[in-house]
């Protein structure tokens, strides 16, 4: 009978070994991207991003916690504006645009705080095609070990992938309905 535990207990423990092994060499850096075509014109789309008071009408994430505390700092709109946010489900960190290309792309700085650490880089782009303009939403970053191994369980880029396709969807109705 020991004998048999014993196996078990070193199947097990070899087990979470190799687990731990795998969660250690996936890659330190991520990015997800989500992209969608805006029947609107590029200089109609990019106030809607480079403004973070209109940015906050379709950010998913602003609008899934409706607790959630904003206070926006700096220039109303381009390079330094910035918000705040804290809230219940949302957790709490900051959004600084980074870079601001007229009708083309807006890069921000996010910091998370709550509920962990994490500072990343958001990206959006947003390229003239035939009729339509091509929006992407991508956001990079690195992932310490802790970061792998919730994504070992939770797959990250489809979790916060729907959420930029909900946001992308918000942001097509609203640059589309100025037509």
């Known amino acids: 009978m020991l004998d048999v535990l014993t196996i078990v207990l070193a199947v097990i423990g070899l087990g ?5 092994v795998y969660v250690a060499v996936q890659p330190s850096d991520f990015r997800i991207a989500r992209t969608a075509e805006i029947a609107a014109p590029a200089d ?17 994430f602003a609008k899934a916690d409706p607790t959630s505390q904003i206070t926006y700092s700096g220039p109303a709109q381009g390079v330094g504006a910035a918000f705040a946010w804290a809230g219940a489900k949302s957790g709490a960190g900051q959004m600084k645009i980074a870079t601001s290309v007229p009708s083309s792309q807006v890069t921000m700085q996010l910091d998370f705080t709550k509920p962990f650490t994490a500072h990343n880089r958001a990206e959006f782009s947003v390229v003239p095609r035939g009729g339509v303009s ?11 070990f802790s970061h792998k191994l919730i994504g070992a369980v939770f797959n990250m880029d489809r979790m916060v992938g729907k959420e930029f396709s909900k946001g992308l969807a918000d942001l097509k109705s609203l640059a589309e309905a100025k037509a």
Not at 44 to 60: G, K, M, T
Not at 134 to 141: D, E, F, I, K, S
């Open 16 to 20: 979470a070994i190799a687990f731990l």
């Open 44 to 60: 109609r789309i990019f106030p809607l991003i480079n403004d973070l008071h209109q940015f906050n009408r379709w950010n998913p």
């Open 134 to 144: 091509v929006v992407t939403w991508a956001m990079t970053g690195r992932r310490p």
